[in-house]
């Protein structure tokens, strides 16, 4: 008789419906950023990370790490590149303890006040390397029209795309389109 494997009666991982969706989310992600790449900090980044944490958990970040992997394939591996490895993650993780709430308004809320920390955050990498706090300060301040103009964007397409959005995903994520 052959032992069983160690394996042998769990539950894989990914199916290979979530892996898709996953890297569907990934792709959408990206050519949703650059499809609006002429407007300065306005893109479905966070409405999409969001819904992915809601629909996949943690496993969102497949899709996430997939996205930041793109970004470095077609724009270069530089000092923002690394940025981006952990500024989603805080995203990640805000979504994950709200993950139960369904209201749009908390998700834009949410979504806009990353788009106001996501410009501090991506200075820490400059804090660090290149001069400490008159850097990261003279940073920031130069960024603030761009860090309210995420904040602005994101708001409003997190209020505006949300729900329907949601409607989408839970058709193709869950068996019979039914999200509880």
């Not at 990934?26 to 966070?46: G, T």
């Not at 930041?68 to 000092?79: A, H």
């Not at 400059?126 to 130069?142: L, R």
């Amino acid at each position: 008789m052959k032992p069983p494997s160690p394996s042998a009666g769990k539950t894989p991982r990914f199916t290979a419906r979530e892996l898709c969706l996953l890297a569907l989310m990934a792709a959408l992600i990206f050519s949703s950023k650059v499809a609006l790449a002429a407007l300065p900090n306005i893109n479905l980044n966070s409405v999409l990370i969001i819904l992915t944490v809601i629909f996949f958990g943690w496993r969102a970040l497949l899709a996430v790490y997939v996205y930041v992997l793109l970004e470095g394939l077609v724009f270069g591996f530089s000092i923002w590149w690394f940025g981006y490895l952990y500024v989603w993650d805080v995203l990640v993780v805000a979504a994950m303890l709200l993950r139960k709430n369904d209201s749009a308004l908390l998700w834009a809320v949410v979504a806009a006040v990353f788009g106001l920390i996501f410009g501090p955050l991506m200075y820490l990498e400059y804090f660090a390397i290149n001069g400490g706090w008159e850097m990261f300060f003279a940073m920031y301040v130069a960024g603030i029209p761009y860090d309210l103009t995420h904040c602005i964007g994101n708001f409003v397409l997190t209020l505006a795309l949300y729900r329907p959005l949601h409607t989408v995903l839970r058709r193709l994520v869950e068996p019979g389109g039914q999200h509880t």
